[in-house]
């Protein structure tokens, strides 16, 4: 692990996309090394628990992080955009995040990773990572979307939570793929107060692993 350095104030900015405008919240690391670019799922926002954590942890350990809001999101509709929406949303952002300069890591959480994993080598992307992956709808297991997570041709972290619905951890196929579980997570990473280890720990193990994988790959 690399020391620790002084975190600067998060900044938002905001970019034109061909569906309407979109908002990155930037949290920015000193002599950032990468840029990890997340985008949030279709039940919610950046508020998510698992991209605040990030956002939060990981600008000291030399990654920025910027948040994404896609338009729907940002015009206060209910209902999240169709895939090839949400892709032309994100690709439209791509020069946004490039433009500081370090290797940008693509990523997101649910629906976001899903873009992530079908956009990110076309972007030139320098890894994708896979939070609370939606391998197929709660309870249809035949309807599954592994290969998008096959197919995203570069280095990929998933992290999943225990009891995800939307797939665990042992219903994933094999794939060159790193995989984390959150053990007693669900699809948002919450944890039952029975669980042995707390909420506060769910989000430490999330924040940890993703760091340490990304300092594995920084250049």
């Known amino acids: 692990m690399t020391p620790s350095a002084p975190r600067t ?9 061909p569906a309407g405008e979109a908002r990155i919240t930037w949290h920015p ?14 039940g919610g926002g950046i508020e998510a628990r698992d991209l605040q954590a990030l956002a939060a942890a990981l600008p ?6 910027a948040l994404v809001e896609q338009p729907w999101r940002v015009a206060g509709r209910k209902v999240a955009a169709a895939p090839k929406v ?17 290797p940008v890591v693509t990523g997101g959480r649910s629906a976001g990773a899903r873009v992530a994993c079908r956009t990110g ?3 030139g992307a320098h890894a994708v ?33 225990g009891r995800d619905p939307f797939g665990r951890p042992e219903e994933f196929p094999e794939g060159t793929y790193e995989l984390v579980e959150v ?18 720990a769910a989000l430490e193990l999330i924040a940890g692993a993703v760091g340490d994988w990304l300092e594995r790959l920084s250049p």
């Open 9 to 17: 104030a998060p900044r938002t900015e905001t970019v034109d996309t």
């Open 29 to 42: 690391a000193r002599a950032a090394r990468l840029v990890l670019a997340l985008g949030h799922g279709a």
């Open 60 to 65: 000291a350990r030399g990654i920025t992080v």
């Open 86 to 102: 949400l892709d032309e949303g994100w690709r439209a952002l791509w020069p946004a995040l490039t433009a500081p300069g370090p």
């Open 121 to 123: 080598a076309e972007l």
């Open 129 to 161: 990572l896979a939070l609370a992956f939606p391998l197929h709808p709660p309870g249809r297991p035949e309807k599954s979307r592994a290969d998008e997570l096959t197919g995203a041709g570069l280095p990929t972290l998933v992290v999943q939570g």
């Open 183 to 200: 053990p007693a997570g669900d699809h948002g990473f919450a944890v039952p107060k029975k669980a042995e280890a707390g909420q506060e």
